[in-house]
Structures are given as C-alpha cells and as structure tokens.
C-alpha cells in the first residue's frame, strides 16, 4: 500500500514569490493534516481536515497561507507571498479519522522548502 | 532564536547496548501518547503508542513507559542497530491535536 505522496519534495525559489505544495494521502484515510517543521524541532500543526472541512486552522497564518481539499482526497497548501522565515519542511500527515484522539498519523516525506 | 532548535539532545549508545530516551510532556490531560521516529530526509515514522489508562506497553523491540504522576515518557530500545540512529520525538494528543515534544537524536557507534 502506497503511504502519504508529496511533491515537490525540494523548492527553492526567491522571497514574494508564490509556492504551493501537493499532498495525497492514504487511500481510505478521512483525515488529513499540514505541519511545519523547522530545523530541528517537531512538526507544528497548521490546519487539520476532516473530509473536505477545515475542522482545525488556528495556527494557519491566514494573511499569507492557504490551504484546500476540494473532494477530500488530495489537498493543496499555497503560500503567498513568501517570506524568508518560511523556510522549512512541510509536512503531510493523514489517518483514517474514525477515532479522534487515538487515530496514528502517517506522515509522508515532506517538501523542503528554501526561500532565498 | 534560529540556534536554539538545532541543539537537539544527543544520546549516543554503542551498537547492541539497550537505549532510553526520555520525554516530558505538557498537558496532564492529554489521553494518547505516541513515539515517532525521523530519520533524515523522511517524514516522522510511528513507531508505538501508549495511551493515558496504561503505564507500559511493549512492541518489537521497543517499550514504552508512561509516569503520569510526572508527566514523563520513555521510549526503551533493546539490542540498539546502526539503523536505530534517527531522531526520535514524543507526542501528546488531545481530542485528535497531535502535540510534539523537542525531539532527541540516538547516534549508534559501532
């Protein structure tokens, strides 16, 4: 069974520019998470999906980030502009969302991304 | 600031020694406990959970011990292998918000 897909997995490209990242999870998983992670410390939770419902976003800092699960598959994050204090790994995680708070989160690889 | 995340804690162990890294955790009311394992270049990797009604569990190779009284876990690793060397992180989950603690890296000498 294939695991959590991202692409791109690197991302290099200079501060004010757009970037959006990819992510699809495990097949038959309803929940469906974004996180941060800086150099290291653990992953922060941005937002959290249940299907296609933003059931989690406040630690998503809206003015620049956004996030979408159009058909509660695959999901999207974009940041607009960026900046250089977004350089990190962000991280896809999903779960199968049946039992809230003992769900495992399986995470994917994650995209590096460098803001220049 | 930038510095301070790149001093993770180091345990380092010679191959087939047993390993315990150590986590305290925040909320005395988190219910679900689990150790994650990151070796560099990949995503965080489960590998076992506990949850808050239990003080010990056990897997493959690994166990997991729960203090609440302290707020402490611990991640047991016996007969440490050169492919054990990774970070490894606690966390904490809460009505489905999975919290995680500063992680620790386990360098394996041969």
């Known amino acids: 069974e294939a695991g959590v897909v991202q692409s791109p997995r690197y991302k290099i490209i200079e501060k004010k520019q757009p970037v959006a990242f990819w992510c699809n999870p495990i097949?038959?998983?309803?929940?469906l998470y974004w996180y941060l992670q800086n150099l290291g410390q653990g992953p922060e939770l941005l937002i959290r999906?249940?299907?296609?419902?933003?059931?989690?976003d406040s630690q998503l800092p809206k003015d620049r980030f956004s996030a979408e699960r159009l058909k509660g598959v695959d999901s999207t994050l974009k940041i607009q502009p960026a900046e250089l204090g977004d350089s990190a790994v962000y991280l896809c995680?999903?779960?199968?969302?049946?039992?809230?708070?003992?769900?495992?989160?399986?995470f994917g690889p994650g995209t590096r991304l460098t803001v220049l | 600031g930038e510095s301070v995340g790149l001093h993770l804690p180091t345990l380092s162990v010679q191959e087939g020694d047993n390993s315990i890294i150590n986590c305290a955790y925040s909320n005395s009311a988190s219910d679900y406990f689990i150790w994650y394992k990151q070796e560099s270049g990949k995503g965080p990797q489960f590998i076992i959970d506990i949850r808050s009604n239990m003080d010990k569990r056990q897997g493959q190779r690994v166990t997991v011990l729960l203090n609440k009284t302290v707020k402490h876990l611990s991640l047991q690793i016996a007969a440490t292998q050169p492919g054990d060397s990774a970070v490894y992180f606690c966390?904490?989950?809460?009505?489905?918000?999975?919290?995680f603690g500063s992680g620790t890296r386990l360098q394996v000498q041969p």
């Open positions: 966390a904490e989950t809460r009505y489905g918000a999975l919290t």
């Open positions: 097949s038959g998983h309803n929940t």
């Open positions: 999906y249940e299907n296609e419902e933003a059931v989690d």
């Open positions: 995680a999903s779960s199968l969302g049946d039992r809230a708070s003992t769900d495992t989160q399986y």
